[in-house]
């Protein structure tokens, strides 16, 4: 049985770097900030770092607050509301802020991101497809 995809979104990424590594866009009204972030299949959420919500003039502790626990280690994070941009498709999504700077990573997850996209990947040869879940 053979099944068909399409995908309207097409970007190349250095399979030779850790994970699968892309530029996003975080926009709230008119302020956006271009950060690298990692598709995260194994992340629950998006979560970025605090100075991409300082720039957006955020005041982090004022969202929801959350512990996450991974395995290594746990931190403290807090939910906003964004528009997150990827590969030009705009998504309207709560995503995650860490409290601490020390915390270094952004993460594309499940919720906010793969669960608003049909994703296609040819690891191999560093390509990513994507479309948004229901076109």
């Known amino acids: 049985m053979a099944f068909t995809l399409t995908f ?3 970007a190349e990424y250095d399979a030779g ?11 709230l009204g008119n302020e956006e900030v271009e950060i690298v972030s990692k598709i995260d299949t194994g992340s629950t959420d998006c979560i970025f770092v605090r100075s991409a919500a300082e720039r957006l003039g955020i005041e982090i502790e004022s969202g929801e607050r ?4 991974t395995a290594t280690g746990d931190f403290v994070a807090f939910r906003h509301e964004i ?3 990827v ?3 705009e998504l309207d999504t709560a995503v995650y802020f860490a ?8 993460v594309l997850g499940r919720h906010g991101f793969l669960d608003r996209t049909v994703l296609g990947l040819v690891d191999y040869e560093g ?5 948004q879940y229901g076109n």
Do not use: P
């Open 66 to 69: 959350i512990r996450f626990v």
């Open 17 to 27: 770097l850790r994970g699968i590594t892309l530029d996003v866009i975080l926009r």
């Open 99 to 106: 409290q601490d700077t020390s915390f270094k990573r952004n």
């Open 127 to 131: 390509r990513l497809y994507l479309n």
């Open 83 to 85: 528009t997150l941009v």
């Open 8 to 10: 309207d979104r097409f």
């Open 87 to 89: 590969l030009g498709r």
